[in-house]
């Protein structure tokens, strides 16, 4: 936020300045926060006033709160610090930064079954967000091709799926001028319904979105089911609908936990998937993944040629600029993890899910909507009317360092307020003991408060 000149000239003077005392004469300066000073400082000055501010962020280990990993070994972190000046996109400069983004690629598109009679192709992006974009950006371009051949209008593209997507693609109907067209929830159901979806189709559906990992829940979506029901809607109506599969979180978790269900490139209709690196692709912010099952699936228009080697690289991105250290950090992942390591890892974050949640569910008070059985990630409402709500147990938990956040779940269950865990690598059984004593505690607490005013509201962050 931008403050008044005015704000600022009224702020008490103690508001208006940073005071670094330390043990050193030069340090004794006021340093202005809101306009640069004239003056330089030294670098350890600089250094330490703003670690010290940092302090007050939330420690980001006990931020149960995110899906964005909070550990990663030393190793990567020093790859990271060693390619942080390598700017991605300078592919002509840095050509093995791209090959290793290539590898990345195929490896990917391998975890999710891309045919082998088909030419898949993909890139890296800052996250899935803007992999969702360009994802939804296929779909419109290929719907407008289609509807031109066809000398229809196209005006009115939608995009239809379930109220539990994430906000990047409330984002992408808006920026793209599409009408969402959303399967609301019903009842104990918080994510798509494939006969619904189906119903809600007809020729501007630039395409369905299912999600690998529903951020409300930790659920996955019934992808095969939907695309049954969507087959058997081009066999009734002769409308042909594509897939974009949005596995932020369990585009690393299915393939390696659940190899057996059908959800990626195995299914005819899943034309494009996104996932985030940086989620349980176990990287740091910020790096995401799109791979597209054919080349013919991603539009020509929407192709940029950058020089490459003396060859032109095809390029496909929102965003321009950005380090390569996400990209070898994730590729450092592959090598070192291989399939084993991926695979334990996530396997140990769904055992202590499971844990977690069923423990959580005999402290009494709660009732779980999810156990994290299918991204490690659950939520739990409350059973009945008590003294304290989930934003009270939300706050108490802050006090202790954890951020479990606690939210309203979409439109027409909005009534219900559930919390939310989500198990990231890193996360013990320790830890997770503690968060339980915590819990417990919290709920002896509340059992002793008489006259305990509940909030009825909240404003936790839910991601
Ligand atoms: C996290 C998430 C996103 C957004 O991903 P970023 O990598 O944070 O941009 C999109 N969709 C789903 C389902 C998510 O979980």
């Known amino acids: 936020m931008i403050f008044k000149k005015e704000h600022l000239e009224n702020l008490p003077e103690t508001e208006k300045v940073i005071l670094p005392v330390y043990a050193r004469d030069s340090l004794k300066t006021k340093v202005a926060k809101y306009k640069m000073e004239e003056e330089s400082m030294l670098p350890r000055t600089a250094y330490g006033i703003i670690s010290d501010e940092l302090i007050l962020d939330g420690n980001s280990r006990l931020n149960l709160a995110t899906f964005v990993s909070t550990w990663m070994e030393p190793e990567a972190k020093q790859l990271m610090m060693d390619t942080l000046d390598k700017?991605?996109?300078?592919?002509?400069?840095?050509?093995?930064?791209?090959?290793?983004?290539?590898?990345?690629?195929?490896?990917?598109?391998?975890?999710?079954?891309?045919?082998?009679?088909?030419?898949?192709?993909?890139?890296?992006?800052?996250?899935?967000?803007?992999?969702?974009?360009?994802?939804?950006?296929?779909?419109?371009?290929?719907?407008?091709?289609?509807?031109?051949?066809?000398?229809?209008?196209?005006?009115?593209?939608?995009?239809?799926?379930?109220?539990?997507?994430?906000?990047?693609?409330?984002?992408?109907?808006?920026?793209?001028?599409?009408?969402?067209?959303?399967?609301?929830?019903?009842g104990d159901r918080f994510t798509i319904d494939?006969?619904?979806?189906?119903?809600?189709?007809?020729?501007?559906?630039?395409?369905?979105?299912?999600?690998?990992?529903?951020?409300?829940?930790?659920?996955?979506?019934?992808?095969?089911?939907?695309?049954?029901?969507?087959?058997?809607?081009?066999?009734?109506?002769?409308?042909?609908?594509?897939?974009?599969?949005?596995?932020?979180?369990?585009?690393?978790?299915?393939?390696?936990?659940?190899?057996?269900?059908?959800?990626?490139?195995?299914?005819?209709?899943?034309?494009?998937?996104?996932?985030?690196?940086?989620?349980?692709?176990?990287?740091?912010?910020?790096?995401?993944?799109?791979?597209?099952?054919?080349?013919?699936?991603?539009?020509?228009?929407?192709?940029?040629?950058?020089?490459?080697?003396?060859?032109?690289?095809?390029?496909?991105?929102?965003?321009?600029?950005?380090?390569?250290?996400q990209i070898c950090a994730q590729y450092y992942n592959f090598l070192r993890l291989g399939k084993k390591g991926y695979r334990e890892i996530q396997q140990t974050c769904r055992d202590i899910a499971l844990y977690l949640s069923s423990e959580i569910e005999k402290m009494g008070p709660f009732k779980l909507i999810t156990k994290g059985d299918d991204i490690p990630v659950f939520a739990w409402a409350l059973k009945e009317e008590t003294n304290f709500s989930l934003y009270d147990m939300a706050d108490k938990l802050r006090e202790h360092g954890w951020l479990v956040p606690a939210y309203k779940m979409p439109a027409n269950r909005q009534d219900l307020v559930v919390q939310r865990i989500v198990v990231k690598n890193a996360f013990s059984y320790d830890l997770a003991n503690m968060l339980l004593k915590d819990m417990k505690k919290n709920l002896d607490f509340f059992s002793t408060q008489k006259g305990f005013i509940k909030k009825e509201e909240g404003h936790h962050f839910r991601h």
Not at 90 to 105: F, G, L, S
Request: include cysteine; charge should be negative.
């Open 194 to 325: 494939p006969k619904k979806a189906a119903e809600l189709c007809d020729e501007n559906t630039i395409g369905v979105v299912c999600i690998m990992g529903s951020t409300f829940d930790g659920s996955y979506e019934p992808v095969q089911q939907v695309s049954e029901e969507l087959d058997k809607l081009q066999k009734e109506k002769g409308l042909d609908i594509p897939i974009h599969v949005d596995a932020a979180s369990g585009g690393f978790i299915a393939p390696f936990l659940d190899p057996d269900l059908l959800w990626d490139f195995r299914l005819d209709r899943i034309k494009s998937i996104n996932t985030s690196g940086h989620k349980y692709g176990l990287v740091y912010p910020g790096v995401g993944w799109v791979v597209w099952r054919d080349k013919e699936d991603l539009p020509e228009d929407l192709i940029f040629y950058v020089d490459y080697l003396g060859g032109k690289m095809a390029t496909f991105a929102i965003n321009f600029s950005r380090p390569g250290s």
């Open 87 to 186: 700017n991605m996109i300078d592919k002509d400069e840095y050509p093995q930064t791209a090959e290793i983004e290539n590898r990345c690629v195929n490896i990917i598109a391998n975890l999710w079954n891309s045919p082998d009679d088909k030419d898949s192709i993909g890139c890296s992006t800052i996250g899935s967000s803007e992999a969702c974009m360009l994802g939804g950006m296929a779909f419109k371009w290929k719907w407008k091709e289609k509807m031109k051949k066809l000398k229809k209008s196209t005006d009115k593209p939608n995009l239809v799926m379930g109220m539990n997507v994430q906000v990047c693609w409330d984002k992408f109907c808006r920026y793209w001028e599409i009408e969402p067209r959303f399967v609301y929830c019903e």
